[in-house]
């Protein structure tokens, strides 16, 4: 019983680089989230997917994109890392998102530095 | 727009005393809230959530909020701290599909 498994869970990156964060789920969760997280601010919502080809963005959106191909699958990629992104990134599903039963289910989470 | 807001970054309280982490809420509509707990160097879990169907919740680990909302409020409470307690907390109020955290409080445990 994996539930959600983030890769990679380190990454250093030099400014201007690329990179997807991979973020896969097995509990069938039609709904998934990408949070980051920084010191004191709690956690800003980036991109989330309610269902597999349907994606919308978050608080937090400009330097990311989101793919959701398959139900399981919900990567997110950085096309040009700017130490603003420097963070802790974290993939979380649900099964519904009915307000009283939106329980989500986070992964380990995936610290990136950008340099 | 729906938020919360959780004041006090840092809580310290000695083992074996009450913790009492606030969380107040903005909402026109009957909000549903959340406590989450992370513990270091994972990812966050549920505590407890509050639906409408009781006022006091009980959660895991011995940790009960209470919806009050005359107050907006929904603070958290544990009868008595232990070690393994220490941890950051945070309120969550669902809007329109997801979930919308406080800045969170980091909890220390003091022998």
């Known amino acids: 019983n994996a539930g959600v498994t983030q890769t990679p869970k380190f990454r250093i990156l030099k400014i201007g680089q690329s990179m997807t964060l991979q973020c896969t789920q097995d509990?069938?969760?039609?709904?998934m989230y990408w949070y980051r997280q920084d010191p004191g601010m709690g956690l800003k919502l980036i991109y989330y997917?309610?269902?597999?080809?349907?994606?919308d963005k978050g608080e937090v959106p400009n330097g990311y994109n989101v793919s959701r191909s398959t139900t399981e699958d919900f990567p997110l990629r950085l096309e040009l890392a700017a130490p603003s992104q420097t963070s802790v990134y974290f993939c979380?599903?649900?099964?519904?998102?009915?307000?009283?039963?939106?329980?989500?289910?986070f992964g380990a989470g995936s610290r990136l530095t950008v340099l | 727009a729906q938020s919360v807001t959780q004041l006090g970054s840092h809580v310290s309280v000695s083992e074996g005393a009450l913790v009492l982490l606030r969380c107040n809420y903005s909402?026109?509509?009957?909000?549903?809230l959340f406590w989450y707990v992370q513990y270091p160097n994972q990812g966050l879990q549920l505590l407890l959530k509050y639906t409408s169907a009781a006022t006091l919740v009980k959660g895991i680990n011995g940790f009960e909020a209470e919806f009050k909302k005359s107050e907006t409020s929904f603070h958290l409470t544990k009868p008595s701290a232990h070690m393994r307690d220490a941890a950051e907390y945070f309120c969550a109020v669902s809007v329109s599909n997801r979930l919308a955290f406080g800045k969170g409080n980091q909890v220390v445990v003091i022998p």
């Open positions: 509990m069938n969760h039609n709904y």
């Open positions: 997917s309610v269902g597999a080809g349907i994606t």
């Open positions: 909402s026109s509509v009957p909000p549903y």
């Open positions: 979380a599903s649900s099964l519904t998102g009915n307000s009283g039963a939106n329980v989500l289910t």
